[in-house]
């Protein structure tokens, strides 16, 4: 059965700190790994990885993904309260995309 | 502008009733999909549609029954709601062709059935 699994499923940490979200899979017919943030309503995309070892970055945000351990990090330096969200972890295959249970950051000011 | 757009975002009903929820997208994609997010913010595949097309129907109740009237549209309607069926429904497009595989999000449609 097609799976991704993230952890941890939840962290808090204050303001500044730096954090990293990990998201492990096992499927069939891998295209490419996805990471979202979700608040309070529609998840939007941050980043897609199809390749192994190239780190994408946005800002504060980055992700990496290894296609021979089957994982993918995202880290998110210098926190701020507006981090604060559900962070998604989805692989798309098998034309969709199948999420991970998702990590719930909290930021404390 | 909003790029998928559905309605309602709320909807509050009693056990045994049938309910719809319609979804458009004004991106141009050309494909769309219902996904069932859970309390615990599992979001799941429900189905997929490309150009009208069923590709996807993910082990579903008969009681879903999604209808695709063009590319830009997928709606979803529901028959004889249980309890079970409480959730927030998102609605997502994407372009398959040329093997894009970002999916973009509607703001989504919380059910709760009493």
């Known amino acids: 059965e097609d799976k991704v699994v993230q952890s941890p499923l939840s962290l808090v940490v204050h303001e500044g700190d730096t954090v990293t979200l990990n998201c492990s899979y096992e499927?069939?017919?891998?295209?490419?790994l996805l990471w979202y943030k979700q608040e309070k309503k529609a998840p939007t995309f941050l980043f897609m990885l199809?390749?192994?070892?190239i780190e994408k970055k946005s800002g504060r945000l980055s992700s990496i993904l290894d296609k021979k351990e089957l994982f993918s990090i995202l880290n998110i330096t210098a926190t701020q309260t507006g981090d604060s969200a559900v962070y998604l972890c989805?692989?798309?295959?098998?034309?969709?995309?199948?999420f991970g249970t998702g990590t719930r950051l909290t930021i404390i000011p | 502008d909003t790029a998928v757009s559905q309605t309602p975002k709320y909807l509050v009903t009693q056990m045994g009733n049938d309910k719809s929820i319609k979804c458009e997208q004004n991106?141009?994609?050309?494909?769309m999909y219902w996904y069932k997010q859970d309390s615990k913010k599992f979001l799941k595949i429900m189905f997929s549609y490309n150009n009208k097309e069923l590709i996807i129907n993910e082990t579903v109740p008969n009681r879903f029954s999604p209808k695709s009237p063009d590319k830009a549209h997928l709606n979803l309607h529901i028959n004889s709601l249980e309890l079970g069926d409480s959730a927030v429904y998102f609605c997502?497009?994407?372009?398959?062709?040329?093997?894009?595989?970002?999916?973009?999000f509607g703001a989504g449609s919380r059910l709760t059935v009493l």
């Open positions: 997502a497009s994407s372009q398959r062709t040329g093997g894009a595989n970002v999916l973009t």
């Open positions: 989805a692989v798309f295959q098998n034309e969709k995309l199948t």
């Open positions: 499927v069939t017919n891998f295209r490419s």
């Open positions: 991106l141009g994609h050309d494909t």
């Open positions: 199809t390749s192994s070892g």
